[in-house]
């Protein structure tokens, strides 16, 4: 008797259940990254939420002080952007003309979610410049960046290197590996001002 009191088109009970079920899908797709394991289950059921999340909190961490200070020297938000975005699809593209069987949104999907190790290099980084700067603080940085860089690489390549023929895998690997190399250098070469 209940459930005939709701109406379908109601918003207060319509409203959370999509919510949750997209909120549901991309933390699954985060454990599916931070725990590497071939699956199709990022290819099958892509979007594009988390990784706009991550690139938008990566972009926002990398800018460089106050919005007053325009000539700091740093990656400006639009930059950083910029930069993962015509990546992502440079590498989908590079993909697509290999032969590989994966679409367009799957392959951005994929790229996106696995910048979530580095974007959690980038939060340790600004924890540790909060010390005094010196040697052990860069080489802690340095240390957390290619740590996470190869974590994202090896996730990334966990789930795309089956899309691609075998006779290519290698020519679809090294491009994502620019692609991840050139985000950890702007994190490792972030200094705040």
Not at 110 to 116: A, N, P
Not at 138 to 162: E, G, P, Q
Not at 171 to 187: D, G, K, N
């Amino acid at each position: 008797m209940a459930e005939a009191a709701e109406s379908p088109g109601d918003p207060a009970t319509a409203s959370p259940k999509p919510l949750m079920r997209d909120l549901k899908a991309v933390g699954k797709k985060f454990m599916h990254v931070l725990y590497p394991r071939k699956s199709n289950t990022l290819l099958r059921d892509w979007d594009l939420w988390g990784p706009l999340i991550l690139c938008v909190t990566l972009a926002l961490m990398l800018q460089q002080g106050s919005a007053d200070n325009e000539k700091d020297g740093g990656p400006q938000f639009a930059e950083v952007f910029v930069i993962i975005w015509f990546g992502a699809v440079t590498i989908t593209l590079n993909s697509k003309l290999l032969g590989g069987n994966i679409s367009f949104f799957q392959s951005l999907c994929v790229l996106g979610y696995c910048i979530l190790p580095l974007t959690v290099a980038m939060l340790v980084c600004r924890l540790v410049l909060l010390a005094d700067s010196g040697p052990i603080n860069f080489m802690v940085r340095l240390f957390v960046v290619i740590v996470m860089f190869a974590w994202s690489v090896i996730a990334s390549t966990a789930f795309l290197a089956d899309s691609q023929p075998p006779n290519r895998k290698a020519l679809a690997v090294y491009p994502v590996f620019l692609f991840y190399f050139v985000i950890s250098w702007m994190i490792l070469t972030f200094t705040p001002k």
